[in-house]
């Protein structure tokens, strides 16, 4: 195993609801535990830094033994050591694939209710201990119907807030293919409470002909802004028979009523770009920044027929200058078990010269694996220190 991060976390004994686990070397440190034998896993991390300097965590679980498909459960968790120890605040009903957010001095949760669920938002104003409970249109129920979407982040730009989501309405109801691309709005002075200070704009639907044939759909996007100010959804995409990896960058309208594609140019080279990936714009350096699950080649050729989307276990941090031309920057995180080890669905944020990260991470407890790389059994923070200097 390697890993360039200086710190892990030396778990002497993680106390959990299914006993002990003792004496593990994991990676980063450790926000919560779910032995892989409950059958929930831990989905979605979202990671805010309070405006008090302290750091909230949220994660949900998904899997068989969960409530996804019901009303599905997320926990929250705090840190005020600069994520050396973390703990658990509070447990929410009806929250899933959901973006924890700061805006104006208050904590807000956005997301889900469920897997394809209504889009609900919450307010804590005590850091995330106690929430507002959404029951109609006027505090908390923005959008009803089937949505998809992951922790990404809620944006601030020309006076509104920003949030990439996907309607999970058809035509094809399977998955990737029943997902469209849409951006929700909000003013920045509006009651983000209420269902009418938010717009949503239409949706641009799946086409089987995009990337040549080797489409699945697109999704988790994030809202970008380029050098002239344009508005972007740049998106996952789900592509199943080259090893080439895409991202795709769909046009928003400057209302952002609209989305606007071209599949002939919209579609660019990003390894990692089958998995979520978070983007941010760093105003020290002039440069675009994220974090990836990159494939390399000696696990490519352990596993030739893999889809892409199936290698989590390497983790680097890239970065570019204009959102189509990419750079590895370096190795943050690698494990050499392709089949039950990974570093995923990382969410992040810049902190003066490092950068903080929270990861869903499939590991080895010692006493058993995760159940695979995709259902993990930890949520971890880590610290990329001096990321600016190479």
Request: charged share 20%; net charge positive; glycine share 8%.
């Given at each position: 195993?390697?890993?360039?991060?200086?710190?892990?976390?030396?778990?002497?004994?993680?106390?959990?609801?299914?006993?002990?686990?003792?004496?593990?070397?994991?990676?980063?440190?450790?926000?919560?535990?779910?032995?892989?034998?409950?059958?929930?896993?831990?989905?979605?991390?979202?990671?805010?830094?309070?405006?008090?300097?302290?750091?909230?965590?949220?994660?949900?679980?998904?899997?068989?033994?969960?409530?996804?498909?019901?009303?599905?459960?997320?926990?929250?968790?705090?840190?005020?050591?600069?994520?050396?120890?973390?703990?658990?605040?509070?447990?929410?009903?009806?929250?899933?694939?959901?973006?924890?957010?700061?805006?104006?001095?208050d904590l807000y949760l956005l997301g889900p209710d469920r897997h394809h669920g209504t889009v609900l938002i919450r307010k804590s104003t005590d850091g995330g201990l106690t929430w507002t409970r959404p029951t109609n249109k006027e505090n908390g129920v923005l959008l009803t119907g089937e949505f998809?979407?992951?922790?990404?982040?809620?944006?601030?730009?020309?006076?509104?807030?920003?949030?990439?989501?996907?309607?999970?309405?058809?035509?094809?109801?399977?998955?990737?293919?029943?997902?469209?691309?849409?951006?929700?709005?909000?003013?920045?002075?509006?009651?983000?409470?209420?269902?009418?200070?938010?717009?949503?704009?239409?949706?641009?639907?799946?086409?089987?002909?995009?990337?040549?044939?080797?489409?699945?759909?697109?999704?988790?996007?994030?809202?970008?802004?380029?050098?002239?100010?344009?508005?972007?959804?740049?998106?996952?995409?789900?592509?199943?028979?080259?090893?080439?990896?895409?991202?795709?960058?769909?046009?928003?309208?400057?209302?952002?009523?609209?989305?606007?594609?071209?599949?002939?140019?919209?579609?660019?080279?990003?390894?990692?770009?089958?998995?979520?990936?978070?983007?941010?714009?760093?105003?020290?350096?002039?440069?675009?920044?994220?974090?990836?699950?990159?494939?390399?080649?000696?696990?490519?050729?352990?596993?030739?027929?893999?889809?892409?989307?199936?290698?989590?276990?390497?983790?680097?941090?890239?970065?570019?200058?204009?959102?189509?031309?990419?750079?590895?920057?370096?190795?943050?995180?690698?494990?050499?078990?392709?089949?039950?080890?990974?570093?995923?669905?990382?969410?992040?944020?810049?902190?003066?010269?490092?950068?903080?990260?929270?990861?869903?991470?499939?590991?080895?407890?010692?006493?058993?694996?995760?159940?695979?790389?995709?259902?993990?059994?930890?949520?971890?923070?880590?610290?990329?220190?001096?990321?600016?200097?190479?």
């Amino acid at each position: 195993m390697k890993t360039l991060l200086k710190r892990t976390a030396l778990i002497l004994c993680l106390m959990t609801g299914f006993g002990l686990v003792c004496a593990q070397t994991v990676p980063g440190n450790i926000v919560c535990y779910e032995p892989a034998s409950s059958q929930r896993y831990i989905g979605s991390p979202s990671l805010v830094t309070l405006p008090n300097g302290d750091y909230v965590a949220s994660h949900d679980f998904f899997g068989p033994q969960s409530s996804e498909w019901q009303q599905a459960t997320s926990r929250i968790y705090t840190s005020n050591d600069k994520g050396k120890t973390w703990r658990y605040l509070s447990e929410i009903h009806g929250a899933f694939w959901s973006s924890l957010f700061v805006h104006r001095g208050d904590l807000y949760l956005l997301g889900p209710d469920r897997h394809h669920g209504t889009v609900l938002i919450r307010k804590s104003t005590d850091g995330g201990l106690t929430w507002t409970r959404p029951t109609n249109k006027e505090n908390g129920v923005l959008l009803t119907g089937e949505f998809h979407c992951a922790p990404m982040p809620v944006v601030e730009y020309n006076g509104r807030l920003w949030r990439p989501m996907e309607t999970a309405h058809g035509p094809i109801l399977q998955w990737g293919k029943r997902y469209g691309a849409m951006v929700m709005s909000a003013p920045i002075d509006a009651d983000l409470l209420n269902s009418k200070s938010w717009q949503a704009s239409a949706p641009m639907l799946f086409d089987s002909t995009y990337n040549q044939g080797d489409f699945g759909g697109w999704l988790e996007g994030n809202f970008v802004v380029d050098r002239n100010g344009k508005m972007w959804d740049m998106l996952r995409v789900a592509n199943t028979k080259s090893i080439d990896e895409k991202a795709a960058l769909v046009s928003i309208s400057p209302d952002g009523k609209t989305l606007d594609f071209n599949p002939a140019t919209g579609f660019i080279p990003f390894d990692g770009g089958s998995k979520k990936f978070v983007i941010k714009y760093d105003t020290l350096t002039g440069k675009y920044w994220t974090l990836a699950n990159v494939v390399r080649d000696k696990y490519r050729k352990q596993f030739p027929t893999r889809n892409p989307s199936g290698f989590r276990n390497v983790l680097v941090l890239k970065s570019s200058t204009d959102l189509k031309n990419w750079q590895e920057v370096k190795v943050i995180l690698e494990h050499d078990d392709v089949l039950n080890h990974g570093f995923q669905y990382v969410d992040w944020s810049f902190e003066g010269e490092d950068i903080i990260v929270l990861s869903r991470t499939a590991y080895f407890d010692g006493k058993a694996n995760a159940r695979n790389n995709h259902d993990a059994n930890y949520l971890t923070f880590h610290r990329i220190q001096n990321f600016r200097k190479k």
